[in-house]
């Protein structure tokens, strides 16, 4: 009987010893069939993180239960928990989707319904005519019949302003991008972070990565606001947590 109980601990605790074994996860990131390279894999779990290679391999130290997250500013969100099926797996493969464009607002203007062809010479010369029944130019021997409608000098004169006026312009430099973690920590206090949002030190820094990948920062960064982004934190917080607890 003591032998059979001595048999039956000693398996339990080879098992559990082998469910708790550090091993080294290698894999490839893909959207489809192309290769997604610098996506950040985070173990959420040990904090251990690395990028995908030009190739999008990668290789990340993980155990059983483990959480792995991928990060990239133009795919959604990805996580994974690990089990030992994927460390029989030579390669993993883990797929990640494209994040929806945002569109620019589009101003609709009514203009007259004009049938054109493909010819652009025609095209113009039926906008011309247009323009000249709306306000025909009274110049002598021009209108008489003589020359139908005549030069549209008003639209010549504004076509040579615009084209002088568009090299006298200096060309506007893009403001410099500020990442989305100096952003908040520039706006936010460090006590927010620790006391607010109950955050741990070595927390921080794998939050405000989590935040970024959220398509609604982008909007922070270009119109920054303290109780904006104090809002947002703090939303971002709570799915934090649920993450966590996965």
């Known amino acids: 009987m003591k032998v059979k109980l001595l048999v ?20 490839k990131v893909l959207n489809q069939d192309l290769r997604i390279k610098n996506v950040d ?19 990340i130290v993980a155990k059983t239960n483990d959480i792995l ?20 797996e030579k ?3 883990v797929f990640m989707d494209l994040k929806p464009e945002e569109l620019e607002d589009v101003v609709i203007t009514k203009m007259p319904s004009i049938k054109l ?13 247009y323009a000249l029944e709306k306000t025909p130019l009274k110049i002598p021997h021009v209108n008489d ?14 076509m040579l302003f615009g084209l002088f006026a568009k090299e006298k312009e200096p060309k506007k430099e893009a403001p410099p991008k500020i990442e989305f973690a100096t952003l ?7 006590n927010f972070f620790t006391e607010n949002l109950k955050l741990k030190e070595e927390e921080i820094e794998l939050f405000l990565q989590f935040c970024d990948a959220d398509p609604n920062s982008k909007r922070l960064k270009e119109n920054t606001n303290k109780l904006s982004m104090m809002d947002f934190l703090i939303i971002k917080k709570s799915e934090f947590q ?3 607890k996965l």
């Open 8 to 27: 039956t601990l000693s398996l339990l605790a080879s098992q559990f010893s082998f469910s708790q074994n550090v091993e080294l996860l290698h894999g």
């Open 41 to 59: 894999v985070i173990n959420f779990n040990s904090k251990e993180q690395t990028k995908t290679d030009q190739f999008g391999v990668f290789f």
């Open 69 to 88: 997250v991928f990060v990239s500013k133009s795919y959604e969100l990805k996580r994974l928990l690990v089990n030992q099926k994927l460390f029989e």
């Open 91 to 93: 390669a993993l493969c």
């Open 117 to 129: 062809s493909g010819d652009k010479k025609y095209e113009q010369s039926k906008l011309d005519d």
């Open 145 to 158: 019949g003589t020359i139908q409608y005549g030069m549209d000098f008003m639209r010549i004169g504004g």
């Open 184 to 190: 908040a920590k520039n706006t936010c206090e460090q």
């Open 242 to 244: 649920n993450l966590k």
